[in-house]
């Protein structure tokens, strides 16, 4: 299937639980995938692309952004404080911050650069495993309210990745810990933290993240199939 049926589809899945796939943000997740790929998407209709990691998302940006200068590029990926610096020239969203120290350094960077509040999203494990970046449930609160007194940076939103499940069904008290949560933070009003996106819901269970309230979704496999195996 092309890309554009491929589109199609996941809108069709989409328009299937009842919802407008105009209100659910779908970004693309180019790991691994070659520039003329991104492209074809774009030209069918991507507007946000996400990549894991910095040094693979440099060449793809520069070679897209001028064409395509109204593409979001989303930072997906874990996020090294020295590379903060280039993250925040290629990135409009960084979705990956769990960190006061990691938050800190944006806030300085984005300062030295002046403009605006940087967009961030913060990302919970809401899976408990070792492996997985994100703070911990019970330690967003605390993170959110100091993240806020930062005069750069602006939250909009949580982002989570739900654990490998052979059955999708596995994902859903992760997404649901991640709504509930959403909903008590936004009760606390804190400056510079909306709650505007809940991102979660990837290939494998994006309809179940749907059902549970996520409206960003990222999708690789969906668009693109199948990566080629890790070397
Ligand atoms: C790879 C990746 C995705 C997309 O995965 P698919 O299963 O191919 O849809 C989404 N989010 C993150 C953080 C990823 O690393």
Excluded at 87 to 95: P, T, V
Excluded at 104 to 126: S, Y
Excluded at 169 to 185: A, D, G, N, V, Y
């Amino acid at each position: 299937m092309s890309i554009k049926e491929n589109l199609r589809n996941i809108r069709e899945r989409i328009k299937s639980l009842g919802r407008d796939p105009q209100d659910i943000k779908l970004i693309a997740v180019t790991k691994t995938i070659p520039v003329e790929l991104i492209e074809q998407a774009i030209q069918a209709g991507i507007t946000d692309v996400g990549e894991n990691k910095i040094q693979e998302a440099i060449p793809k940006n520069e070679a897209l952004k001028q064409k395509y200068p109204n593409v979001t590029w989303h930072m997906l990926g874990h996020l090294q404080r020295n590379k903060v610096k280039q993250a925040l020239e290629k990135f409009n969203l960084i979705q990956s911050v769990d960190s006061e120290r990691l938050a800190k350094e944006i806030d300085d960077r984005r300062r030295t650069i002046g403009e605006r509040r940087t967009p961030i999203l913060i990302e919970v494990n809401t899976s408990g495993e070792a492996t997985k970046y994100g703070v911990k449930p019970e330690e967003a609160v605390k993170l959110l309210q100091l993240i806020s007194g930062f005069a750069s940076i602006q939250v909009q939103g949580l982002m989570t990745i739900a654990p490998m499940a052979a059955d999708p069904e596995k994902t859903r008290p992760c997404f649901k810990k991640l709504k509930t949560l959403s909903e008590e933070i936004k009760k606390l009003n804190l400056p510079n933290v909306k709650m505007k996106y809940l991102s979660m819901g990837m290939t494998d269970d994006f309809e179940i993240a749907i059902q549970e309230g996520s409206n960003m979704i990222r999708l690789g496999r969906a668009i693109f199939g199948q990566r080629p195996p890790k070397l």
